[in-house]
């Protein structure tokens, strides 16, 4: 089994900024790409950011130049720093891990429980 625990998000005024953070536990092997998705009400889920193995990492065009994605390897944890935030950054953000479980498993996909946030004066 595997555990993704979320933490960090909040109410924050425009132009604030986040910092959010998940970590991965459990039976895990290795980890080839961690991300974020957003969902916002009556909206589709939709990538944010991720970070593959190699470090490469990928945006979406609405928050490139304003949020940043890393990872700390060791502690299997991937942060999404948000900053210049907007209204239309309102949303649960999902952590979002691809990883396998043994050297023998195929992989598999973990989501987080969601955390909220909230961009509003």
């Known amino acids: 089994q595997v555990q993704l625990v979320e933490s960090g998000g909040g109410l924050v005024q425009p132009g604030g900024s986040l910092r959010l953070s998940c970590a991965a536990s459990?039976?895990?092997?290795?980890?080839?790409?961690m991300g974020w998705y957003r969902q916002a009400p009556g909206k589709q889920r939709e990538l944010v950011a991720v970070?593959?193995?190699?470090?490469?990492?990928n945006y979406a065009d609405s928050v490139k130049g304003r949020f940043t994605i890393s990872r700390d390897n060791a502690k299997n944890t991937v942060y999404l720093q948000m900053n210049s935030l907007k209204p239309e950054d309102t949303a649960v953000y999902y952590c979002?891990?691809?990883?396998?479980?043994?050297?023998?498993?195929?992989?598999?996909?973990?989501w987080g429980q969601g955390t909220q946030v909230t961009v509003s004066s």
């Open positions: 459990g039976s895990i092997w290795s980890i080839n790409a």
């Open positions: 979002n891990v691809d990883l396998r479980s043994a050297w023998y498993s195929n992989r598999s996909v973990y």
């Open positions: 970070i593959i193995v190699d470090t490469t990492t």
